[in-house]
Nanobody, 119 residues
């Protein structure tokens, strides 16, 4: 089993930046992909960014150029650096871990952290 805990959500003004972190514990040696998803009210959960154990990355089209995902295996932490945030980015952001190198959602989820972008 793998446990994921997110940190770093909060309120930010349009155009601002935010950094989310996901700390993993448990059987993390079995994990080969870390990802961030988000879910806005009334919408489906969608992929924001993902990174594999060999460093391949995948970004949702609307986020390209505005977010960077990284994975510090020594610190067991996956980070999501977000910039130029807009109100449409308001959502609950979830950390996800998969046992395989895949762009599909894995079995493990964090509890989510709220990101609110407003003036």
């Amino acid at each position: 089993q793998v446990q994921l805990v997110e940190f770093g959500g909060g309120w930010v003004q349009p155009g601002g930046s935010l950094r989310l972190s996901c700390v993993a514990s448990g059987s993390i040696s079995t994990i080969n992909t870390m990802a961030w998803y988000r879910q806005a009210p009334g919408k489906q959960r969608e992929l924001v960014a993902a990174i594999t154990s060999v460093g391949h990355t995948n970004y949702e089209d609307s986020m390209k150029g505005r977010v960077t995902i990284s994975w510090d295996k020594d610190k067991k932490t996956a980070n999501l650096q977000m910039a130029r945030l807009q109100p449409d980015d308001t959502a609950v952001y979830y950390c996800n871990a998969a046992r395989f190198r895949t762009w599909a959602a894995g079995d493990y989820w964090g509890q989510g952290t709220q990101v609110t972008v407003s003036s």
